[in-house]
């Protein structure tokens, strides 16, 4: 087994996280590959932190984009 020194990771329909965000980047991959990037953006944004919630989606999506389907790849 090999460990990624990265906080996602995801090839076809199986993915896997570690650390604190973990399960934010699981539900926002999720919620992506089942509809778009924008319902799992809105999704993460009604949870996260006051203050800090553009910074917060913003990262989670940076993590997940790379494993999203074509389909749901930013343009």
Not at 29 to 34: E, F, K, P, R
Not at 55 to 62: C, E, G, I, L, T
């Amino acid at each position: 087994m090999r460990i990624l020194n990265q906080a996602f990771y995801a090839k076809g329909n199986i993915a896997t996280a570690g650390g604190c965000l973990a399960s934010q980047y699981l539900a926002a991959w999720t919620i992506a590959s089942l509809t778009d990037l924008d319902t799992a953006a809105a999704a993460l944004h009604y949870v996260a932190p006051v203050g800090e919630k553009d910074q917060y989606v913003a990262r989670a999506m940076q993590n997940i984009q790379a494993y999203l389907a074509p389909k749901h790849a930013a343009a």
